[in-house]
Antibody, heavy 124, light 110 residues
Framework: EVQLLESGGGLVQSGGSLRISCAAS????????ISWVRQAPGKGLEWVST????????YYAKSVKGRFIFSKDNSKSTLYLQMSSLRGEDTAIYYC?????????????????WGHGTTVTVSS | QSLLTQPPSASGSPGQRVTVSCSGS????????ITWYQQLPGTAPKLLIY???QRPSGVPDRFSASKSGTSASLAISGLQSGDEADYYC???????????FGGGTKLTVL
């Protein structure tokens, strides 16, 4: 079964740092892009970052660029989001998401499998 | 401000058909496929539509979608109480070089 399990969320002070993790199982991590999507309390979904299947390319939302670093360890099937200079507006549930819905012939763009999320709260 | 624009709310009675619109631009919907997500209360989102109008296995055919130019819509027919959820559209944006989400539409089943 394809699964993504986030961990590492918690309470951190404004300006502080936190690393959240995503353990992937049930699929070859080096074959799929993975993204982080967050949802602030009572708000909509916001894309945060995407890492390419081989881990060599990362994309970031403007709101986190320069503060967040997305990395992966294929040998451990684990992904990491290192967050620094945290702000109140970073408070959210962070979802780890496997991209690519695959049929028998092709993989299409899309956020296919979502984890349950980990909550990050930044206090001032 | 979201790059993709959705109405904040929609509603319908059981059995009715309701549509949710999503409006974008040439850098997202004009070039890239749209995806739709359903988020039931208190749960993680779920992929509802991919490649503009395709349903993943397990998604009932009551859900359909279309895209034309820089606009798209999601239709839900035979509305059920269990369809009450937030619905989001999303597409890759070439200018942003990232994913753009709509602000979400809260569907209420009356």
């Amino acid at each position: 079964e394809v699964q993504l399990l986030e961990s590492g969320g918690g309470l951190v002070q404004s300006g502080g740092s936190l690393r959240i993790s995503c353990a992937a199982s049930g699929f070859p991590l080096r074959s799929f892009a993975i993204s982080w999507v967050r949802q602030a309390p009572g708000k909509g979904l916001e894309w945060v970052s995407t890492i390419s299947p081989d881990g060599t390319t990362t994309y970031y939302a403007k709101s986190v660029k320069g503060r967040f670093i997305f990395s992966k360890d294929n040998s451990k099937s684990t992904l990491y989001l290192q967050m620094s200079s945290l702000r109140g507006e970073d408070t959210a549930i962070y979802y780890c998401v496997k991209e690519g819905y695959c049929t028998s012939t092709y993989c299409y763009e899309g956020f296919h499998i979502w984890g349950h999320g980990t909550t990050v709260t930044v206090s001032s | 401000q979201s790059l993709l624009t959705q109405p904040p709310s929609a509603s319908g009675s059981p059995g009715q058909r309701v549509t949710v619109s999503c409006s974008g631009s040439s850098s997202n919907l004009g070039k890239n496929p749209i995806t739709w997500y359903q988020q039931l209360p208190g749960t993680a989102p779920k992929l509802l539509i991919y490649n503009n109008n395709q349903r993943p296995s397990g998604v009932p055919d009551r859900f359909s979608a279309s895209k034309s130019g820089t606009s798209a819509s999601l239709a839900i027919s035979g509305l059920q109480s269990g369809d009450e959820a937030d619905y989001y559209c999303a597409s890759w944006d070439d200018s942003l070089n990232g994913w753009a989400f709509g602000g979400g539409t809260k569907l209420t089943v009356l």
